[in-house]
């Protein structure tokens, strides 16, 4: 029997290595096509607008175009990819998580329950097999290629915005810099309060479980339950608190971007120093990098999350073995997802 891996991603890697070497060479061949569009924006406007090249116009016009629906092919792709990584992640763990509970017992568990001893919180096996085993299995999709993307965007774009002009990206990066300081203060606390939500919601699970069904029908909820759901909300609530506070200061950070480009490059394109198509190009190229920002910020969180999800996890496991040979996973191809379509086919 193999060695339950104590590391998320290397659960992740055990049941999606090739379908994780897919995914990143898609998001590679993502990353060139980030500062296509900011370049035929300024071209657009300082070459063919400028120059009045109706030729030039139409031809940047279809480059930007065929640019922007070869990175949509890619996206969807990739999309597609990783919801199929995240099903199977998903799949993977449910079978996990009964192999540990159910499947190697140990033998001392097994003679209480021959006594008629209840040796399994089935509370929390019912929570595993729902909720976090999903969770788990919706981060492991873009577990890899999501950061890769973010912070592979970041940085050819802010690479383009350096090589055009060097100061007023400086500005923009310098306005952006403190949200790497204020998101790891913020998602400490955020797991804390995740993690302390997560074994509630079990425990209140295993209140209705243990509970036999006479106790609680026709009966006014009993003070268990209402001190478990009210211990659940006041814990949502400092999450929802917590979580709301850093994304409006990420936001607000994010918007001071473009304000000190239009500021600072208005300044300079009034001095003539550069043209009015540069300081276009930084304020779709800040655009772009608001995206990335977020999504990486929401990435750090996922990753916490995620590890501190599948620790929890472990802990509930009894032995720490998966399977050594799992049951051959389903069909997961678009023939077998889409049959009345694959039908059709020729």
Request: charged residues 20%; proline residues 7%.
């Amino acid at each position: 029997m193999r060695v339950m891996p104590q590391s998320v991603y290397r659960y992740i890697f055990r049941y999606s290595k090739v379908q994780q070497v897919v995914v990143i060479i898609m998001t590679l061949g993502l990353l060139p096509l980030a500062p296509v569009p900011l370049e035929l924006q300024r071209r657009l406007l300082d070459d063919a607008v400028a120059n009045k090249d109706v030729d030039l116009l139409i031809w940047l016009a279809g480059l930007y175009v065929g640019a922007l629906l070869l990175a949509s092919g890619l996206k969807l792709a990739m999309r597609i990819q990783r919801e199929l990584i995240s099903a199977r992640i998903v799949h993977a763990l449910r079978r996990s998580v009964y192999y540990h509970i159910y499947t190697v017992t140990p033998p001392a568990l097994l003679q209480a329950s021959a006594k008629g001893d209840d040796v399994v919180d089935e509370g929390a096996v019912v929570s595993m097999l729902s909720s976090e085993t999903e969770k788990l299995g919706g981060f492991a999709g873009a577990a890899i290629s999501g950061p890769l993307l973010q912070i592979g965007t970041l940085c050819v774009v802010l690479g383009y915005m350096f090589y055009i002009e060097p100061l007023v990206a400086a500005i923009a990066l310098a306005l952006y810099s403190p949200q790497f300081i204020i998101v790891p203060i913020f998602q400490a606390r955020l797991n804390r309060l995740a993690e302390e939500k997560a074994i509630t919601v079990r425990s209140l699970g295993n209140y209705i479980v243990d509970n036999a069904e006479p106790d609680l029908l026709n009966k006014p909820p009993p003070q268990g339950f209402t001190t478990l759901t009210d211990q659940i909300l006041r814990i949502r609530t400092r999450f929802l608190m917590t979580k709301n506070i850093m994304k409006t200061l990420n936001n607000l950070l994010i918007a001071l971007g473009p304000f000190g480009v239009i500021v600072y490059g208005g300044y300079l394109v009034i001095q003539g120093d550069v043209e009015v198509g540069v300081i276009l190009a930084f304020v779709s190229g800040l655009e772009r990098l608001g995206g990335p920002i977020r999504e990486l910020i929401g990435s750090y969180g996922a990753i916490t999350d995620a590890q501190m999800r599948y620790r929890i996890l472990l802990e509930s496991f009894p032995q720490g073995i998966d399977p050594e040979v799992p049951e051959p996973m389903p069909d997961l191809s678009l023939r077998a997802a889409l049959p009345d379509a694959a039908e059709r086919m020729p």
